[in-house]
């Protein structure tokens, strides 16, 4: 059974940092791309990051690009958010998903709540 | 970015009904465009990636099709377990971007 459980989301104030993880299982993760896309309450879907299998190229979307970073580590089938300089706007869930451009497995979500 | 655009935006459909949801992109994405489902509280999941290739375990009822810039998801006859929210992706070029869904309600 595939499951991606993510874990990491809390209550931060504007401007605080905060780290997701998303840990996998079965299936083959160390050659999987994976991805972080979120969902603002009430909201629709919107694709953040991706990384490659082997982590050389990772690509995100504007409205986190120099805030957040994707990063993984194969030995542990884990992935990874560095989320920082966080902003009210930034408030929803947040789910790991594997694919290289679309989503076949997503976790169940962590919140992320940002606000004072 | 490309931007996707789905109608109608909610719709409310008895059991058996045909269903039928549009999704337009605002430039060219060829083929690459993906379904999900999503029901309240739980995760999205893939039903239909590059157009019309059905996701493994996915019931036949779902149909996608299109190409360019306009596209349709059908369910050929509408069951009960098939409320929830559909959305669109376009998996041509970075970013991603969904359309901003449409809610699927059983009368």
């Known amino acids: 059974e595939v499951r991606l459980v993510e874990s990491g989301g809390d209550l931060v104030q504007p401007g605080g940092s905060l780290r997701l993880s998303c840990v996998a299982s079965g299936f083959s993760f160390s050659t999987s791309d994976m991805n972080w896309v979120r969902q603002a309450p009430g909201k629709g879907l919107e694709w953040i990051s991706n990384i490659s299998s082997s982590a050389i190229s990772t690509f995100s979307a504007e409205s986190v690009k120099g805030r957040f970073t994707i990063s993984r580590d194969n030995a542990k089938n884990s992935l990874y958010l560095q989320m920082n300089s966080l902003r009210v706007e930034d408030t929803a869930i947040y789910y790991c998903?594997?694919?290289?451009?679309?989503?076949?497995?997503w976790g169940q979500g962590t919140l992320v709540t940002v606000s004072s | 970015d490309i931007q996707m655009t789905q109608s109608p935006s909610a719709l409310s459909a008895n059991v058996g009904d045909k269903v039928t949801i549009t999704c337009r992109a605002s430039q060219g994405v060829r083929n690459w465009l993906a379904w999900y489902q999503q029901k309240p509280g739980g995760a999205p999941h893939l039903l239909i990636y590059k157009t019309s290739t059905l996701e493994s375990g996915v019931p036949s009822r779902f149909v996608g099709s299109g190409s360019g810039t306009e596209f349709t998801l059908t369910i050929s006859s509408l069951q009960p377990d098939d409320f929830g929210t559909y959305y669109c992706?376009?998996?041509?070029?970075?970013?991603?971007?969904f359309g901003q869904g449409t809610k699927v309600d059983i009368k």
């Open positions: 992706q376009q998996h041509y070029t970075y970013p991603w971007t």
């Open positions: 998903a594997s694919g290289a451009s679309y989503f076949r497995h």
